[in-house]
Every structure is written in C-alpha cells, then in structure tokens.
C-alpha cells in the first residue's frame, strides 16, 4: 500500500523571543506537500531567500505527542520536540555548526490525511545557553496545484 503525496498550501505563524530582545512574530505561506496516515504524517516545503534558508528544505515528522523539524540542504538539522524531554541535536550552518537544546513544552497536532494544524510550543537553547522561547501553529490545507507531486 502506498500513500499519496499531496501539494498543499502551509501557514506558519511564529513567535519568538530571545533574552533581552522583543518579540518578533513571523508569518509565512508557501506551496508543499504532505503525505501519512493513521496519525503520522509529513509536511515538506523548500526553503526561500525571504527565511534566509534558499537551498534548504525543511520537513516535520509528526506522531502522536511529538515532533521533528529536520532542514537538508545550506542548513541541516534536526530538532525533536517533545513535551517533558529535552532533545539535543547539532545545527549545521555549513561553516560551523551548534549545540541546540530544545525543551518542547507543547506539542498538539490534529492532522488528518486532509490536512489540519500542528501547534509546537518550546525554549531553546544554544551551547547550553537559554536563549528564548518560540512557538509555532502551522496549517495545512490541501492545494489543487497538482504540478507539485514530485
């Protein structure tokens, strides 16, 4: 059996805020797809100059509780969000790369094979270091784009 791979449309709404800095709110919409059934599913999308991450893709894995946002490309990483764990990974700039500790303290999906939100709130930390707090609610919806089916 295998499971289709949608084009769809993805929202991200963020927040974040770093010590002794205000808040800044970030809004992007962008063309991807999304694949996965019985509650693990995968948002996938490219990258652009406007995140500063052109040549770089970035997808979540979501299953139950928890979450991955791994980025390929100019920028890898891969950081696991998970309420009540704190996961460390590396976050390679291609000219160096840092300790990243993230400390999930909301994961809440509702995806469907249709679409739907994924809400992921957590602190960060670089080199061990807080360094702030951010959040993100990401929605999916299904686009009648098919040329993006790759």
């Given at each position: 059996?295998?499971?289709?791979?949608?084009?769809?449309?993805?929202?991200?709404?963020?927040?974040?805020?770093?010590?002794?800095?205000?808040?800044?709110?970030?809004?992007?919409?962008?063309?991807?797809?999304f694949w996965g059934s019985d509650g693990k599913y995968?948002?996938?999308?490219?990258?652009?100059?406007?995140?500063?991450?052109?040549?770089?893709?970035?997808?979540?894995?979501?299953?139950?509780?928890?979450?991955?946002?791994?980025?390929?490309?100019?920028?890898?990483?891969?950081?696991?969000?998970?309420?009540?764990?704190?996961?460390?990974?590396?976050?390679?700039?291609?000219?160096?790369?840092?300790?990243?500790?993230?400390?999930?303290?909301?994961?809440?999906?509702?995806?469907?094979?249709?679409?739907?939100?994924?809400?992921?709130?957590?602190?960060?930390?670089?080199?061990?270091?807080?360094?702030?707090?951010?959040?993100?609610?990401?929605?999916?919806?299904?686009?009648?784009?098919?040329?993006?089916?790759?």
């Amino acid at each position: 059996m295998s499971i289709e791979t949608k084009p769809v449309v993805i929202e991200i709404q963020g927040r974040q805020s770093f010590q002794g800095s205000k808040p800044e709110s970030m809004e992007l919409v962008t063309d991807g797809i999304f694949w996965g059934s019985d509650g693990k599913y995968m948002i996938s999308y490219p990258e652009s100059e406007m995140t500063g991450l052109a040549g770089t893709t970035t997808t979540f894995e979501v299953s139950g509780n928890s979450a991955s946002l791994i980025r390929e490309g100019t920028v890898t990483s891969h950081m696991i969000f998970e309420p009540g764990r704190k996961h460390l990974s590396l976050y390679d700039m291609g000219f160096g790369a840092l300790t990243i500790g993230v400390d999930a303290s909301k994961v809440r999906s509702n995806l469907s094979e249709t679409g739907g939100t994924l809400e992921i709130d957590y602190k960060i930390e670089i080199e061990h270091i807080i360094a702030g707090e951010s959040s993100f609610l990401i929605t999916v919806r299904e686009s009648s784009d098919r040329t993006l089916i790759q």
